[in-house]
């Protein structure tokens, strides 16, 4: 029979006192992170007991960390104790498999997300018809077209305010990790879709809550949150049919590629992407494989 969530982990957590003879204060520790991956795990992923959980929600969820701005090291540890805890589980064979083994940490941190094409991308966007004039679906692709032409962080997307967008300028000022504002341009299919959203959707979604500052609400007029939001990307992936780990970081991650891609500096994405270290840009960033095998093929004189 599965426990609850919170229920397997302070019996691990007694285990690791009494078995283990790890200090008071390290089980604390195990026990504050594992209480946070089960917070977003029953929240988000709806998930009630630890054998429900798969690697792919726990790689969304050490994604969710990296959105809320955490370093590498503290994502390190949260995946430390996720590790200590299923092998737990399955040593008490209160789980069939250890979804993760095959994680590696610290390392993973730096294990970039599933990336989309650009076809892929239109692919996800058409799942929220343009032409639509449903207030939700207009508001959803308007969350999905800002998310991929801006690139940004869930977090940022949930606190844009209705007077962050500039659309005569044609930017958005944005409120990052540190409290730190930054400008960053939106594109032009973007800027179609949010003035549809301002005058569609939104009317719609104030009235009940006319003082709300929030650029995205819902029906009842409040702001939407990180969750929602992600709700949101998760099914324009699943309507357009791509079975990668799709989430909000993943339409980040794929702005920055693609803006590679095409020729844009580093240091240019590093002010849009609002990272304070060109190292973490790079991270960022890839080769697709067809164009290293096409330059190869080019260049090297036995290709």
Request: no cysteine; proline share 4%.
């Amino acid at each position: 029979m599965d426990l609850p969530l919170d229920r397997e982990i302070a019996e691990f957590g007694e285990f690791i006192i009494l078995e283990r003879g790890l200090a008071g204060n390290t089980r604390s520790a195990y026990v504050f992170d594992l209480e946070s991956a089960a917070a977003y795990l029953r929240d988000v992923q709806k998930v009630t007991s630890w054998s429900q959980v798969t690697r792919d929600m726990l790689l969304d969820y050490l994604d969710d960390l990296r959105d809320r701005g955490l370093e590498s090291t503290t994502a390190a540890h949260h995946l430390i104790a996720l590790k200590m805890l299923f092998r737990y589980l399955k040593n008490e064979e209160r789980i069939k498999d250890d979804v993760t083994e095959v994680m590696e940490s610290p390392r993973l941190w730096k294990i970039l997300p599933d990336f989309l094409s650009e076809q892929e991308v239109i692919d996800i966007l058409k799942a929220f018809p343009e032409e639509s004039d449903d207030p939700l679906e207009v508001r959803n692709r308007t969350i999905l077209e800002l998310l991929y032409s801006s690139g940004l962080r869930v977090s940022e997307t949930a606190n844009l305010t209705f007077k962050a967008i500039d659309l005569e300028e044609e930017m958005i000022r944005v409120t990052g990790k540190g409290s730190k504002t930054r400008l960053v341009p939106v594109g032009k299919p973007a800027l179609r879709q949010l003035r549809r959203y301002l005058e569609l959707s939104r009317p719609v979604f104030s009235a009940r809550n006319p003082a709300n500052p929030a650029l995205f609400l819902s029906y009842r007029g409040r702001a939407l949150d990180r969750e929602r939001i992600w709700q949101v990307v998760k099914l324009a992936a699943s309507r357009a049919g791509i079975t990668k780990n799709i989430h909000p970081h993943t339409l980040r991650h794929s702005f920055a590629s693609h803006l590679l891609a095409h020729g844009a500096d580093l240091r240019a994405i590093q002010e849009m992407l609002g990272h304070a270290n060109i190292a973490t840009t790079e991270i960022y960033t890839h080769v697709d494989r067809s164009k290293l095998i096409s330059v190869h093929r080019q260049f090297h004189p036995r290709g």
